[in-house]
């Protein structure tokens, strides 16, 4: 009897952890080098915790049991700063000149521990104006999470409407 308990509880653990959405892996590699985040430690880790926060979206579309690790290796977001001489954080313009944004990554997915693809991707959108953009005009790194969006959706063979309902 205890035995067939014990089975029970373990089983119902499994489905309990197989429900919780994947989280991403994140790290940054020697992120005071990148070449365009903000200058301010408060505004640059809130960048860095979006990106974060966007990558374990993109991981929860992933199937039960896979993990997806990201090492970021240089980050140019799109437009160019622009001081704000009145205070507060720096203005960010975007003209659809070489201001295009741009991501270094190296990544993994692993399922049961064993990597099942892996790569290393330099992605960049130097049409990033010119195209429709699901994410609103308020939302902070639009560009950045669009272009990594259109990456995962290619790079992982996840449907349109499976990335729409994970990255709700």
Known sequence: MKS???KVVQAGALAAVMALPAMAAVSYVEPERFTDVPFTP???ERVLKQLTAHFDKLAASLPPGQELKVDVLDVDLA???RPNFRGGQDL???NGGADWPRIHFRYSITEGGKIIKSG?????????LQRM???GNTELLRYEKQMLDDWF???MGIDAAAM???TR
């Open 4 to 6: 067939v308990l014990t």
């Open 164 to 166: 729409r309902q994970a």
């Open 153 to 155: 959706k290619q790079a």
């Open 92 to 94: 960010r313009v975007m």
């Open 133 to 135: 953009n699901h994410y």
């Open 79 to 81: 437009g160019q700063t």
């Open 120 to 128: 290393e991707e330099k992605l960049s959108n130097m049409q990033y």
């Open 42 to 44: 408060w505004e640059r």
